[in-house]
């Protein structure tokens, strides 16, 4: 266990972690390194340039005539994927913090730091890209002293691209990262920090034993659900799944029990042996997943809900942040209500969905969980606007608010500042961290930032501000359910919860945009926004019309006039039939609204 190390590599989005990590892999002679980001396999993370699943992979690297195990985990820098981070860390004993020698300490490398000590893991930093002409090193080791209070010379100087610091880097996670602590004869005990899905084999779980030891063949119990499998495989996790008969405390592997049930294996869960199932204690202090943002997902076919469903199941193995269910709208069908961490989240899941299972969906407008307390004192939680009691029953709503920190070069404070005090944020506190960088902190509602926020941050600060943020509780809020109706009939999917102040231009804003969007009927479409009874906008879809007078030629007016009037009958009695089709980008142009 002595010659055991566990450690995972956080660092905000595009420091260079993925490619530090192709460097330590090729070093220890794990694989030949054949192209960029070894450990992100899928073609999504590959396209965008970001890591979406953490990656677990075991080196072996041999120091002074002694042989080391160490077992890396590369996870997310993205805001909306530190759920992936929060697992890592609780399967590892130390980190490998990497700080851009280009950009300096950034907001999710601060979120991620702070993650890592309350786990008591012991933090290396590294500042990465020290090759660039642009590198300021000086600078960078600075803020990292200020944030860690560590010595400078605790700090290595690293290039993922030329391979600079990497022997060091891998000498420090030897010397400094401590070996697992644990019982090698103590009953088993092993926490499930992620899980995949494969079509052959089942749900295989992956896991790291902090007590006792497994064999290949035991009978194996999973305390939270209860259910008992035969470990048909074991072993550890090297580019692919390398079996073995043994595994001991501290170290990390897989399971491949033929699970087929996805509902059965859950991220946080503890292992043991099922001889040994009442002596031992589900392991405490695993962070459970807080969705912050809920859209509806349904699938164009009526009939594929079945296959959605299955769907939503198999990629939830593989995303624990995903959380879902069953609902239905008049204007969509049946579908589900899926919970995310935020708009990337969203979008990648929609991408997924697309890609790995062939599944064509809508998805709408995204909200975030509001409290409604009625008259009587009852607190209802509602994640959909189509679920809000009557006007008339409801004494007051809370919405969540969030605590965010940006931090930007001083040159950008004044548009981030108009841009977050727009957002209804309220200035908390401002803070110079070093040089010309400076650190803000707004409280504000969640629902301002989940639909464009982050690209209009990104834009007014020319992609030097990085923001990150956590949940601060409830706050009473004047908030009104806005409805979109075509022809009278509202669309439950359109509905949305908006601030008093933001309703009247919310809802102008809405229609105009939908009367760009709609295609023609051969009847008018009449495009409202009302609040309760009392419809603040309005906006007419032009019927297409055919000239039915064409054929008159001369004669007495009264000719055409009848013609006229019969056409009139006509489109009435239409417009009481016809249903007017509302499609897809309808849904996603809300999210765009400037």
Do not use: W
């Amino acid at each position: 266990m002595k010659h055991i190390r566990n450690f995972c590599i956080i660092a905000h989005i595009d420091h260079g972690k993925s490619t530090l990590a192709d460097r330590l892999l090729e070093r220890t002679n794990t694989i030949q390194v054949t192209e960029g980001q070894m450990l992100d396999d899928m073609d999504l993370e590959r396209e965008r340039g970001i890591t979406i699943k953490s990656h677990a992979i075991q080196m072996e690297y041999e120091r002074h005539g002694e042989k080391y195990i160490l077992n890396l985990i590369d996870t997310p820098g993205h805001v909306d994927f530190s759920y992936e981070v929060s697992r890592s860390i609780a399967a590892c004993e130390g980190a490998l913090l990497v700080v851009d020698a280009t950009q300096g300490v950034q907001a999710q490398t601060i979120s991620n730091l702070y993650m890592a000590i309350d786990h008591d893991l012991e933090i290396i930093p590294v500042v990465n890209k020290c090759d660039m002409p642009n590198a300021m090193p000086e600078e960078v080791e600075d803020e990292i002293v200020d944030l860690l209070g560590c010595k400078h010379e605790d700090i290595i100087r690293a290039s993922g691209k030329t391979g600079q610091g990497v022997d060091e880097i891998l000498d420090a996670v030897v010397d400094r990262i401590p070996c697992p602590k644990g019982d090698e004869n103590a009953p088993l005990q092993a926490l499930i920090f992620d899980s995949v899905f494969n079509s052959f084999r089942g749900i295989i779980a992956y896991f790291k034993i902090i007590n006792g030891s497994i064999r290949k063949g035991d009978n194996v119990v999973f305390i939270n659900t209860g259910k008992e499998y035969n470990a048909d495989e074991i072993g550890v996790l090297k580019m692919q799944m390398v079996p073995r008969q043994e595994l001991h405390c501290g170290d990390v592997g897989y399971i491949v029990s033929g699970i087929k049930t996805a509902t059965e294996v859950k991220v946080g869960d503890t292992i043991t042996h099922v001889k040994d199932l009442g002596n031992v204690e589900a392991i405490a202090g695993f962070e459970e997943v807080k969705p912050m943002v809920f859209a509806g997902v349904y699938p164009i076919e009526t009939e594929d809900y079945e296959n959605l469903r299955a769907s939503l199941e198999k990629l939830q193995l593989n995303d624990a942040s995903l959380t879902f269910q069953p609902e239905s709208s008049v204007a969509l069908g049946f579908g589900f209500r899926c919970g995310f961490l935020g708009l990337l989240h969203m979008e990648i899941v929609q991408e997924r969905l697309d890609r790995e299972f062939n599944m064509d969906v809508i998805t709408t407008v995204p909200n975030v969980s509001y409290l409604v307390y009625d008259k009587q004192g009852q607190v209802t939680e509602v994640h959909n606007p189509a679920g809000m009691p009557e006007p008339t029953l409801i004494d007051h709503i809370e919405e969540p608010y969030i605590h965010s920190s940006v931090i930007t070069t001083s040159n950008f404070i004044g548009p981030i500042m108009t841009l977050c005090l727009g957002k209804r944020g309220e200035l908390i506190k401002q803070d110079f961290i070093s040089g010309n960088r400076v650190e803000i902190q707004f409280a504000m509602p969640l629902g301002e930032i989940v639909i464009d926020f982050y690209d209009k941050l990104k834009s007014i600060s020319k992609g030097y501000a990085s923001f990150d943020y956590h949940q601060s509780g409830f706050r009473p809020s004047k908030l009104v359910k806005l409805d979109i109706l075509l022809n009278g009939e509202p669309v439950d999917a359109l509905s949305t919860l908006t601030h008093v102040d933001n309703s009247v231009d919310f809802g102008r804003r809405m229609c105009e945009k939908l009367k760009e969007l709609l295609p023609r009927q051969q009847f008018d479409i009449a495009i409202q926004a009302a609040i309760g009874a009392k419809i603040i906008a309005r906006e007419t879809v032009k019927q297409v019309r055919k000239d039915v007078t064409a054929k008159c030629y001369g004669g007495d007016i009264s000719r055409k006039r009848k013609l006229l009037e019969k056409q009139k009958r006509g489109k009435k009695r239409m417009k009481q039939i016809g249903n007017v089709q509302v499609p897809q980008k309808a849904f996603l142009a809300v999210l765009k609204l400037d």
